[in-house]
């Protein structure tokens, strides 16, 4: 998984940022991107696509991943997902996610970026950027992305689960499940379902 990586450590990138997203796919709640500039390869947890992982071994990934790594956070909420639509939100979380990597003060040691994104986005940011399509099963920067993006969103949606108990959040995260598409023919949306979104 590191093909991409040691390609532009030869081409003469000091620093590859890997960028991955989590959440595009449900029907409520945020998009949440995360960028990774990894310290080492070497890990003790298995690292891999977060489909691929079971919430204990992604949460184990999670920490171990955040100690090795230069990373950033982006949060899209879903009132701004149903205002610009949900690629348009991907693309500013995972802009966000860079910006927050980048204005973290070990950065400005770093003479030249590049950084590489799951799928087929294109972003627009100042540092040279190639889309990888299935990039969370290719690179290891880009797996520990889609981890911590994951991670960070089950989190959120763990939190909305008690503020809105009756969509059972904690079990689906917001995904189009039968159980949750029953629960909101019954009760009708939440404040934090895409309104957009075809089945709300």
């Known amino acids: ?100 990597l980048t204005e973290k003060s070990e950065f400005a040691q770093v003479k030249n970026a590049h950084v590489i994104v799951d799928g087929d986005i294109k972003l627009g940011i100042d540092f040279p950027c190639v889309s990888i399509i299935k990039g969370d099963a290719k690179s290891k920067s880009i797996a520990c992305a889609s981890i911590l993006a994951k991670v960070t969103r089950d989190q959120i949606m763990l939190i909305y689960d008690k503020v809105f108990p009756v969509y059972g959040f904690s079990k689906h995260k917001g995904y189009p499940t039968k159980e949750h598409r029953d629960i909101l023919k019954k009760h009708g949306p939440s404040a934090i379902h895409r309104k957009t979104f075809y089945g709300v």
């Open 1 to 100: 998984m590191l093909y991409y990586e040691r390609k532009l450590k030869k081409k003469g990138f000091d620093f590859v940022i890997g960028v991955d997203e989590a959440g595009r796919g449900p029907l409520a709640g945020p998009v949440v991107a995360a960028a990774v500039a990894l310290k080492t390869f070497s890990f003790k947890n298995r690292i891999d696509d977060s489909k691929k992982l079971t919430a204990l071994s992604r949460q184990n990934a999670f920490f171990e991943i955040a100690e090795k790594s230069l990373f950033g956070i982006g949060i899209v909420s879903e009132a701004m997902i149903d205002r610009i639509n949900i690629l348009e939100a991907t693309r500013v979380a995972m802009h966000r996610a860079i910006a927050s």
